[in-house]
């Protein structure tokens, strides 16, 4: 047994708080290392407020929760040992003051879950701090030799003292005055007392030094289980809070954080004491485990959109508790294709192809019951319909002459439907009039000097059509539908490759794209889109490329610490190829 708890102290024995020590310290050596992220996506995505939390940012819950899907799921029975050593120590520490049997119990089961690959860190920091707890209490209640010495040296003075003093009174008394015996004589500068009032000023030293170092050490425990809650990992916390009780045999214990601390779980009025963190934990707990049952549910039924929101949910509170780690990866890839179809079919509406859109349409409803697919109908024929109308105006107008209402017809015609199949029966029909030919090709030139090649594209059979006979425009005019083509190319397949978990091959592709066509907007939105999550790759790559020219040395240092980092990274690998060649190359001779 390595710690007993009696009567509001927590006494340590010498021996087994040697053995706490030197195990605490073996194990923190090889586990007390920061947190890592690996398999906590969802790091950092919510704040707490008044013991709630609320998400911090939309898009990258979203982008997290996705990478989440794509990742395996940590292996039920590794999950469920965690957990379960988890709970048998929270049990054994009980809500109370936990029994020197159970509170020693808890502290093995501690130093095992430090050891598991799944703590990361949580379990080893806990350590950490009840190390340092146990080394104060135990100094508290042995004193270091010095202080022992200091105090005994206060005895001796103490009572050097006292015999000098009496000695004097006796020989300055009146009787052996009077018989001539001794005389009286000033009481000389005491180097005793001066000694003892030095001696008791160091012990007064040392124990206001002990009492700030427990008062330390109740902080970082109480910081340390706030930590843990604010984090994410709620029965790491309430472990925290439970040791807290069972070291310093403390029932109700009231939070002496700072105020913006506390207000991340209480009022700016109220005083928190350190239950409420495990009450808050337990209560977070409880609703992530039930979204994680209804998510199965859903699923179970076909509602894969509903089941999707509930997922997101338990992943913004939960995403580094081992239950959502270790859920279905069959479930997750479920929900994942729904997303992407989405995704898909909302691409196809923003480019109205209403053809693809409706292929969409009919296979999402097929795999989600609960999607709701009427807006998306709604959409598509109101689309069909507005450009069918405006087509039969654009030919009613060109079969009565009216060259520039038939031109504006069309043209609206092609925007509510680019791919409308009459669209060019009704073209090839008027094409032979000379003012309708330049009045398209006019409206060309506008959009190929904007380097609008989407609007090109949408106006492609008109444009066709009015070009055929100007071989320089139209040899422009198929260039620019090849450079539409090769940017919508780019983008569909950096959106594959974010949704094949490769963000950073898809976001060097849409920079790719933005540096080949820089007037373009449409791969700068999707490039922005794709940044989050490898900031360092993009910042360091345009610092490396800002000093190419002027300092290429640095600029290759930088290349070669991104590639380290990032050893998959083409634009890196060009970046220290290019430079390496520029720097080794041979002086060039003169004359």
């Known amino acids: 047994m390595l710690i007993r708890v009696v009567a509001s102290h927590c006494r340590i024995t010498t021996s087994s708080l040697r053995m706490l020590v ?9 586990h007390a290392a920061p947190d890592s992220s690996n398999g906590n996506t969802g790091d950092g995505l919510v704040i707490w407020k008044e013991g709630h939390c609320e998400v911090v940012d939309a898009d990258r819950l979203q982008k997290a929760f996705e990478d989440y899907l794509a990742q395996p799921a940590v292996p039920e029975s590794e999950a469920r040992s965690r957990s379960g050593k988890l709970q048998e120590a929270i049990t054994l520490l009980g809500p109370g003051i936990p029994t020197p049997d159970g509170l020693g119990k808890a502290y093995r089961l501690v130093q095992q879950l430090a050891g598991d690959p799944l703590d990361q860190g949580r379990c080893g920091e806990l350590l950490n701090a009840i190390r340092k707890i146990s080394e104060v209490l135990a100094r508290q209640k042995t004193p270091p030799s010095n202080e022992a010495a200091l105090r005994r040296q206060q005895e001796i003075l103490s009572w050097n003292i006292a015999v000098g003093k009496k000695y004097e009174e006796l020989v300055n008394t009146p009787s052996l005055r009077s018989h001539g015996k001794t005389s009286p004589k000033p009481s000389p500068a005491n180097a005793d007392e001066q000694r003892l009032s030095e001696v008791m000023s160091e012990i007064r030293r040392m124990e206001l030094g002990g009492e700030v170092t427990e008062l330390q050490v109740r902080l970082e425990l109480q910081d340390i289980a706030l930590r843990l809650l604010t984090r994410g990992d709620y029965l790491e916390s309430i472990l925290a809070v439970r040791f807290y009780r069972g070291l310093f045999d403390d029932r109700k214990v009231p939070l002496r954080l700072d105020p913006e601390a506390k207000l991340q779980i209480s009022t700016a009025d109220s005083t928190p004491n350190l239950g409420i963190l495990e009450t808050i934990a337990t209560q977070t707990l409880g609703n992530i485990n039930r979204k994680l049952a ?83 109908r709604s959409a598509i024929e109101s689309g069909k319909s ?42 090839s029909e008027f094409q032979g009039s000379a003012s309708i030919q330049r009045a398209v090709i006019e409206e060309y030139d506008v959009l190929y000097a904007a380097h609008k090649v989407k609007e090109i594209a949408r106006g492609k059979e008109r444009f066709e059509a009015a070009l055929a006979s100007l071989p320089t425009r139209h040899s422009e005019f198929v260039a620019a539908l090849a450079e539409g083509q090769a940017i919508d190319e780019g983008m569909k397949r950096a959106r594959e490759l974010r949704d094949f978990g490769s963000p950073v091959s898809a976001w060097e592709l849409t920079e790719i794209l933005c540096r080949r066509y820089p007037e373009q907007d449409d791969p700068k939105r999707l490039r922005e889109t794709l940044r989050s999550g490898i900031e360092p790759l993009a910042d360091g790559l345009g610092e490396a490329s800002s000093l190419e020219g002027a300092q290429p040395a640095s600029a290759l240092a930088r290349y070669l610490r991104l590639q380290r980092l990032y050893p998959r990274s083409e634009l890196v690998s060009e970046g220290v190829a290019r430079l390496s060649r520029r720097l080794l190359a041979p002086p060039s001779s003169a004359g």
């Open 22 to 30: 030197l195990v605490g310290c073996a194990s923190l050596s090889l």
């Open 386 to 427: 507005l450009s069918t109308i405006h087509l039969a105006a654009a030919r009613k107008a060109g079969l009565e002459g009216k060259n520039d209402e038939m031109l504006k017809e069309l043209k609206q015609a092609t925007d509510f439907w680019p791919k409308n199949p009459g669209i060019l029966p009704v073209v």
């Open 294 to 376: 209804d998510t199965t549910a859903l699923i179970q039924c076909g509602s894969l959109v509903d089941a999707s929101k509930d997922l997101t949910a338990a992943f913004a509170q939960g995403s580094r508790t081992v239950e959502v780690r270790s859920y279905p990866g069959e479930a997750k890839e479920k929900i994942l294709l729904q997303i992407r179809a989405e995704r898909k079919l909302n691409e196809f509406m923003d480019n109205k192809d209403y053809e693809s859109a409706q292929e969409a349409l009919t296979t999402i409803e097929g795999q989600a019951t609960d999607f709701q697919g009427k807006d998306y």
